[in-house]
């Protein structure tokens, strides 16, 4: 665990720090372990993009490539080899924090193949296909928050795989989501399985709504728009925190609970700032909320170490503030769920891009080794 006085000021508030970022070489260079256990990095997170980025740097790969290229496999296979590799291995290194903190965290995302994200059944199918290849209870399998997702998130809580719902942007979809989760685990205890043995994160993206938000301020170029710049991000997901205390608190939950199941917590992604204009640990700093994790990449974790002001709980006392903004954003003619659904339809597309890309570069790659 860290030292460093702004990690234990989050620790403390109840915020676990998640890397959002892995790759071959972070694994052998012993950086993994090193950010666990000096930097408070208590769990990580990965996606199409982050996979692309690692394999395309480097020849950390080189050996494996080489192997699968002589065995035969097609490319899909090859990439689910290499993927499901690295977090296996991510998930042994994380797993004294695991341990000790009864499953909470110490997990380590994969995702289902960006290209389901709106096909229900083939995504069951792969999300159980990962949790066996991977085969480590710390392993956390990420579904898309889409309509094709929900009923996929459902049925794979109800077998008794943890799931880490990604590409949430609207506050009604969060709602969906939690309703997903909460109705998986409703099946899963009549099916008798052991409630307290499932834990989920519900990654609710944070900079994008900013970046989208404030172009179509920009466009309307009024004082009273600008002024609205930066606001929205964190104003939505403190509303989104709002809407995960009232869930977690009602009849349907409690019962849930007494039987052992645990929260599914809120985990604030997309938490690198992506305008220079504002501070470079707003999504950390202004999102503080007992419960939750803040997946950071790298860059973002170092300027929280160094300079990230952190002052306790930074959600619960604004909620009233926060529908304030969205609603002044409304005023501006902007529509919300417009916004939302642009970010959901881009996100997924962004994701979709990656993967084809890191399926080029890797056929290119095996084609090179044979």
């Known amino acids: 665990m860290s030292d460093n006085a702004n990690l234990k000021a989050l620790t403390d508030a ?5 890397l959002d970022d892995l790759s071959r070489e972070r694994l052998t260079s012993g950086n993994l372990k090193d950010v666990m256990e000096h930097s408070g990095v208590v769990g990580v997170t990965t996606n199409p993009s982050i996979f692309q980025a690692a394999l395309s740097n480097g020849d950390s790969y080189a050996a494996q490539v080489a192997e699968l290229a002589q065995a035969g496999s097609s490319v899909d296979d090859a990439v689910f080899a290499i993927t499901t590799t690295d977090v296996r291995d991510a998930c042994d290194v994380m797993r004294p924090i695991y341990d000790a903190t009864s499953g909470q965290d110490g997990r380590v ?31 956390m399998i990420k579904i898309p928050g889409t309509e094709a997702g929900l009923p996929a998130i459902t049925e794979v809580i109800s077998r008794g795989v943890s799931v880490n719902v990604t590409l949430i942007f609207s506050l009604e979809r969060y709602r969906e989501v939690m309703n997903a989760y909460i ?22 993206f944070v900079s994008r709504v900013d970046t989208e938000i404030d172009k179509r301020l920009d466009a309307i170029g009024t004082a009273e728009a600008t002024a609205l710049r930066g606001q ?11 809407a995960y205390e009232e869930v977690f608190s009602t009849a349907r939950w409690e019962s849930l609970a007494a039987d052992g199941a645990h929260k599914q917590r809120p985990l604030w992604a997309s938490t690198g700032v992506k305008n220079p204009d504002y501070s470079d640990t707003l999504y950390v700093t202004d999102l503080v909320a007992a419960n939750t994790v803040n997946t ?52 997924v597309a962004k994701f979709e891009e990656a993967w084809g890309s890191l399926l080029t570069d890797l056929q290119a790659a095996l084609d090179a080794a044979k």
């Open 109 to 139: 995302s994969i995702e289902v193949d960006p290209r389901l994200a709106h096909e229900t059944q083939a995504t069951i199918d792969q999300a159980i296909q990962l949790f066996d290849a991977v085969d480590r209870p710390n392993v």
């Open 232 to 242: 929205a991000a964190v104003a939505n997901a403190r509303l989104a925190y709002q």
């Open 296 to 347: 950071m990449p790298e860059k973002t974790l170092n300027a929280v170490i160094d300079h990230g002001n952190i002052s306790g709980d930074q959600v619960t006392g604004h909620y009233a503030d926060a529908a304030q903004v969205l609603d002044a954003i409304a005023g501006q003619g902007i529509s919300y769920a417009d916004v939302t659904q642009v970010l959901e339809d881009e996100g």
């Open 14 to 18: 109840g915020v676990s720090v998640w």
């Open 183 to 204: 109705s998986g685990l409703e099946k899963a205890r009549e099916s008798g399985v052991d409630l307290a043995t499932i834990h989920s994160v519900a990654s609710f």
